[in-house]
């Protein structure tokens, strides 16, 4: 283990935490009372989003662990050479001209076809030994549980314990699976709210040219929270007021391009995702859905000029490991949903996983039960003592 005074030289106070750059990456340590050879790392979704920007969401949400909580900006996100683009809050999710404008620009400061989640494991590996670490415990969310997956396959004996909560399972693709689980979220929210259904038909024979139907809905779908005005907002469009559902698609772009480092999602997906499915394949897959290929077109459009690694085959192929995992699932989550989760059960025999009935992909409405289960799984990582009866009181949603 690197002495004390020696890890603590790379970084330096910044609040409450400590914070610094150790090979070119942004990283921020909320320090515990006392120090120990094992660490909580961070790893944030997207793939794009930057883990340090919630810093105090996480210092709330694992507070008194009595470890540390290190956050790294993964290479391209953030502080860590942040790779954003500049794409319109209207119309096509990925339009050409604007991707385009985007990759000549980013290209003059990074090279894009390092970006892999394989290079992020070993970015983090050397974080890791800089810090003096002997041990992590890993809490991934979203793409980020993809990170930590890829950390355990190559690194297990360093892993202390696992955490996952909406998990990208090694079968996940971005090309097809975002419409294919949109559809099973709005059919559940459907079954609900069962005016939607006429509703959702009027909106999508009149809807505007600059208005991404299937986007918005999957963004609506994404917290629980906003999932509550699907309805109302579909049903003001049917009835011709389309401002609201508008202005509620152009801050769900707004919020995209500002939170998610555009440049490094097409390098990650184009390499690990966009060969996955044949155009065939998607339009045969995702027929009769909402938003179709869409997803799948938009994306392998941008692979096909954005520079990235080769196809990271061994992304997709599952393992073994008896490192304890603790698995959180939403019921109406539309990106990745239960079935990932009990993917991940076969990757972790050793693990529990629990599906939160009322949940989405976001944290809204987790806190008070889904935080708290996970710090005592830290203190005491035995998958069999989880004790997830708090998810039965977490309210369900009202459409």
Known sequence: MIPLLLAAALLSPCGDARCGTIAGLNVVVIPAAHRRRDALFILQGGPGQAATTLTRFYAETFAGIDRDIVLVDQRGTGKSNGLYCDLPVEGDLFPLPEVIACRNELAKRADLRELTTANAVRDLETVRHALGYSKVDLYGTSYGARVALEYTRRHRERVRAVIVKGVVAPSLRYTVDPSLDTERSLQRVMALAPSLRAD???????????????VEVRNLLHSIVDAEHLPSLIHSAAQGDWAPLLDSSRKHRAALVKGVAMGMYFSITCAEDAWRVSDAEAARETAGTLAGDYWHRQLTAVCRIWPHAPPQRAIAKPFHSRVPALIVSGAFDPVTPPRFGEELTKIF???????VANGSHS???LDGC????????????????VDARCVAAIPAPKF
């Open 363 to 365: 944290f809204a409405r």
């Open 200 to 214: 959702l038909a009027t909106v999508v024979a009149h809807a505007p040219p600059n208005l991404n139907l299937g």
């Open 370 to 385: 889904v935080d708290v289960m996970m710090r005592k799984f830290l203190a005491d990582p035995d998958p069999k003592k």
């Open 349 to 355: 025999p050793n693990s529990r996983h629990v599906v």
